[in-house]
């Protein structure tokens, strides 16, 4: 949906045009030419001038925003949403549900992307102070670093596929775990989006040209879905090798990714999930405030079993897809060999960040490149045909 001020150049621009248009028809109505009238003539460029005007999202007055030319600049390597499949840089083939697709359409404007985090990267080198970055020095090996990374990759890719992003500056829950905030910041901000995703600060999305409406396609998030989340990797903790399951030794649904829809079973369940702690529904909900895995193990203990009617309004996405990174299972305590062939879950190793965030951005802008070269490559190859 296009901003106030995009409206406003259409609006303008339209009636400069038509007062043009209208001038010129009443000063030339008897001229004809070539069998059809001027007059007819007029009325094709006004239609023609009102189409280009109406499908151009670019703005009419000033320079475009860089949001705009984000946009813009990687619309040339956007993987089409409906199709089948997706191959990596490195030949693998992704498909999607037998079923798909369940959507065909960008949703642009209507998902949200947002980080939720009580540290605030602006110290020396990181990305909210106010002076250049040094990508190269910055520390991702510290808090500042890694968040500054994460935040990048978060927020480029929402610019490359025209959706919404934020950072909520969260406070921290007295009593509670900070990442208690979750299950509180998605139900407030989902009133006002149809889609938020909220992706962890040690997590980065691996394929910038991929929308997620095609992910949604793989994973089988359809439009009565409420929320879906990675399964976790499995882990021998102390000796522990169901440490990553719940009571009923099922593995438990990893929060470092999380996309919701605003459905009313949605604002239900995040209601059940928000308020678990104070054990009015849920007795014995209050011991995971401040204990590991805090409110991941809430839902995954609680929620899931009493809101999942259909068994597909909580979608479980594979691990090996939004969780987990490559090295990982190298942790000889690491269970599964979960890659993160989309997004990339640093749970151990943080600063791995900063190289995902490179890898990701690089091999955007390598595609970028080849595009416009080999798309006019007689143009930029001289080939010398005789000694």
């Not at 500042?144 to 909520?168: C, E, K, P, T």
Request: hydrophobic share 35%.
């Amino acid at each position: 949906m296009p901003g106030p001020l995009l409206a406003l150049n259409r609006v303008a621009a339209l009636v400069v045009a038509f007062v043009v248009i209208f001038i010129f028809i009443l000063t030339t109505a008897s001229l004809h030419s070539g069998g059809k009238t001027t007059i007819h003539k007029i009325k094709e460029s006004a239609q023609s001038a009102a189409n280009n005007i109406c499908n151009n999202d670019r703005p009419l007055f000033g320079k475009p925003t860089i949001s705009d030319s984000f946009l813009r600049l990687y619309e040339n390597i956007h993987h089409p949403i409906s199709s089948p499949t997706y191959t990596d840089a490195s030949g693998k083939v992704f498909d999607v549900k037998e079923d798909a697709p369940w959507w065909e359409e960008p949703l642009r404007n209507q998902i949200l992307i947002v980080d939720i985090d009580t540290r605030v990267p602006n110290g020396p080198n990181e990305l909210w102070n106010d002076k250049r970055l040094d990508w190269e020095s910055m520390d991702a090996g510290k808090d500042g670093g890694m968040v500054s990374a994460s935040f990048m990759n978060h927020f480029l890719y929402s610019q490359i596929h025209g959706y919404d992003y934020r950072f909520f500056n969260a406070h921290e829950m007295e009593g509670m775990h900070n990442t208690w905030v979750k299950p509180h910041v998605l139900f407030d901000l989902l009133h006002q989006y149809r889609f938020v995703i909220f992706i962890d600060a040690d997590a980065t999305i691996q394929h910038l040209d991929l929308p997620f409406e095609w992910l949604f396609n793989r994973w089988g998030i359809t439009p009565q879905t409420s929320i879906a989340m990675p399964l976790d990797t499995r882990q021998d903790l102390n000796g522990d090798l169901h440490a990553s399951e719940d009571s009923k030794g099922k593995l438990q649904l990893n929060t470092g990714v999380m996309i919701a829809q605003a459905l009313p079973h949605t604002f239900e369940m995040l209601t059940a999930w928000k308020e678990c702690t104070d054990e009015k529904k849920y007795p014995g909900c209050g011991a995971w405030k401040e204990t590991w895995s805090h409110e991941q193990k809430a839902f995954s203990e609680y929620i899931r079993y009493d809101y999942n009617p259909s068994g597909t309004n909580i979608i479980e996405i594979p691990c090996n897809d939004a969780a987990g990174y490559p090295g990982l299972s190298d942790h000889s305590w690491i269970l599964s060999n979960c890659t993160g062939q989309f997004i990339r879950h640093h749970t151990i190793d943080k600063a791995m960040t900063k190289t995902s965030t490179e890898t990701a951005m690089l091999q955007s802008l390598t595609d970028l490149t080849r595009k416009a070269l080999l798309g006019e490559k007689q143009k930029y190859w001289i080939k010398e045909t005789s000694k």
